[in-house]
Nanobody, 119 residues
């Protein structure tokens, strides 16, 4: 079982920055694919970015060049640095962990953290 706790959300003005953190409990974190997803009111949840154990990264088209995902396996933590924030980045941001174990994929979600971009 993996527990994920997000932090770092809040209210920021357009053009500002925030850094989200996702802290994972338990062992095995370094082998997990960790992703950030977001869901705005009335919209489907979408991938923001993810990072593999080999530190390969993938980004959603709307955040490329503005957001950066990184991981610190020693701290069981993944970060999402968000720069040049826009009002359309407003959403609840969720941390996701995917773990491959005994021939099956297991998926875990955090409770989410609200990001609001507004003047």
């Amino acid at each position: 079982q993996v527990q994920l706790v997000e932090s770092g959300g809040g209210l920021v003005q357009p053009g500002g920055s925030l850094r989200l953190s996702c802290a994972a409990s338990g062992s095995g974190f370094s082998a997990d694919v960790i992703g950030w997803y977001r869901q705005a009111p009335g919209k489907q949840r979408e991938l923001v970015a993810d990072i593999t154990p080999g530190v390969s990264t993938k980004y959603g088209d709307s955040v490329k060049g503005r957001f950066a995902i990184s991981r610190d396996n020693a701290k069981n933590t993944v970060y999402l640095q968000m720069n040049s924030l826009k009002p359309e980045d407003t959403a609840v941001y969720y941390c996701n962990a995917k773990r491959y174990l005994l021939g099956n994929w297991f998926e875990y979600w955090g409770q989410g953290t609200q990001v609001t971009v507004s003047s």
